[in-house]
């Protein structure tokens, strides 16, 4: 399983939980990692890693981030839905 990390890498105390967690979605909710519109994936230092899917692309994606927050989950989830939403509009 690969993971494409946008801006900071996450800590490598928390990749394990980070790799479990994406691998356990794998055949059980999803058949590739195309599918994962959002997930979001709270560690034990407060922080949190916001993964998804690309179409085309057989890794996940996922971005760090130390400090979590409410708006930044919503900001997230919103250009996500933003980005799949375009190709429709064409």
Same mark, same amino acid.
């Given at each position: 399983?690969?993971?494409?990390?946008?801006? &900071? #890498?996450?800590?490598?105390?928390?990749?394990?939980?980070?790799? +479990? /967690?994406?691998?356990?979605?794998?055949?059980?909710?999803?058949?590739?990692?195309?599918?994962?519109?959002?997930?979001?994936?709270?560690?034990?230092?407060?922080?949190?890693? &916001? #993964?998804?899917?690309?179409?085309?692309?057989?890794?996940?994606? +996922? /971005?760090?981030?130390?400090?979590?927050?409410?708006?930044?989950?919503?900001?997230?989830?919103?250009?996500?839905?933003?980005?799949?939403?375009?190709?429709?509009?064409?």
């Amino acid at each position: 399983m690969k993971i494409m990390w946008h801006g &900071t #890498a996450c800590p490598q105390e928390y990749l394990p939980k980070v790799q +479990a /967690e994406l691998a356990g979605m794998l055949g059980r909710m999803l058949d590739s990692p195309q599918q994962l519109i959002s997930h979001l994936i709270f560690l034990a230092n407060g922080g949190e890693v &916001t #993964a998804w899917g690309e179409t085309g692309d057989d890794a996940f994606h +996922a /971005e760090y981030h130390d400090v979590p927050t409410k708006e930044r989950a919503d900001k997230a989830l919103e250009d996500r839905l933003r980005q799949l939403d375009e190709p429709m509009r064409k």
